[in-house]
């Protein structure tokens, strides 16, 4: 028996990369999948096609399993709420929502364009809110749900040419960790995952020489889309109850927990601060603690694996 026998799952994006592998590997864990995707291109803003959820909608029943396709796009809260009760009137509930649904349009900030800004914020951070708002009032009268939202290293860490994806992440990690705070009293779970793996995102990134493309290849042989989609469809099941209003990462086959912001240092004046003291005396005693302006390392050493 698979660790979500039972439940009815929808999975955004489910289409291509992520999406596509969260919808099988649901299935084969016993799920009942609502296969969302818009069908449109990587920029969006394209009509769309029924084409590729269906296409995973019907590889998943012609293995067995039971699945319904739907293409609306997730900016939409109507559209969201049509998917909410496509899953109930289909099969009768719904316990899980997995959301990697999104787009790029990526462009150094001084360059970039009110509507590349809207698009991408739109797609990500309200098809967040409206995939969420659309189910969480089924989710606390059932007193059951839970939630894998998809943030990115972009925001949390920082990524160059990515300012409206990378802001839009960041919003989609505090709301992550509101709803799993409001949410906790009605069993109600949220987490939120920041993946790296080989998608049609991560092909998009240019090529700019020969280290880039080793590096490209190296990707799409250890850095897969099914590592990132198992990871989702364990934290939505019902062994993983105790855990919500956390950060991870995947990256291969390492699983990262992440940090979240806290304070790391106060300084206190009981005379009060002024604009002189503020310079010369609170920035250079903070100033150890700084974060410098690269991007971090990914992952810290992997954990050695406990004593048998």
């Known amino acids: 028996m698979g660790i979500l026998e039972g439940k009815v799952v929808l999975v955004t994006g489910g289409g291509n990369g992520i999406g596509r592998d969260c919808a099988l590997i649901a299935a084969r864990e016993g799920a009942k999948v609502v296969v969302n995707d818009l069908g449109g291109g990587l920029a969006g803003g394209d009509e769309g096609s029924a084409g590729p959820a269906e296409a995973v909608a019907e590889e998943i029943r012609a293995a067995g399993g039971e699945a319904v396709s739907n293409s609306d796009s997730v900016t939409s809260l109507e559209a969201a709420r049509g998917m909410a009760e496509l899953a109930l009137s289909t099969f009768g509930g719904l316990h899980a929502v997995i959301n990697p649904a999104g787009i790029l349009r990526d462009a150094m900030f001084h360059k970039m364009t009110e509507a ?63 709803i799993a705070m409001e949410g906790a009293a009605k069993n109600v779970r949220c987490n939120c995952l920041a993946p790296v793996a080989w998608t049609r995102m991560t092909q998009s990134v240019p090529v700019r020489d020969e280290a880039s493309a080793a590096r490209r290849r190296q990707i799409a042989e250890t850095i897969r889309p099914d590592q990132p989609a198992r990871f989702s469809v364990a934290l939505v099941s019902d062994a993983a109850k105790s855990v919500s209003g956390q950060v ?61």
């Open 248 to 308: 991870f990462g995947v990256s291969g086959e390492n699983i990262i927990l992440y940090s979240q912001p806290r304070a790391v240092e106060t300084l206190s004046k009981p005379e009060g601060w002024t604009t002189q003291t503020i310079l010369s005396e609170a920035l250079p005693k903070m100033s150890g603690k700084f974060y410098p302006l690269v991007r971090p390392p990914l992952t810290p050493e992997p954990s050695p694996e406990p004593a048998n």
């Open 116 to 178: 590349d800004w809207d698009k991408v914020v739109d797609v990500h951070l309200r098809g967040t809110f409206n995939m969420c708002r659309a189910t969480i009032e089924h989710f606390r009268t059932q007193e059951d749900g839970a939630y894998m939202l998809f943030t990115s290293t972009s925001g949390l860490l920082g990524n160059i040419g990515q300012t409206n994806y990378g802001a839009a992440k960041m919003g989609i990690a505090g709301l992550s960790r509101i």
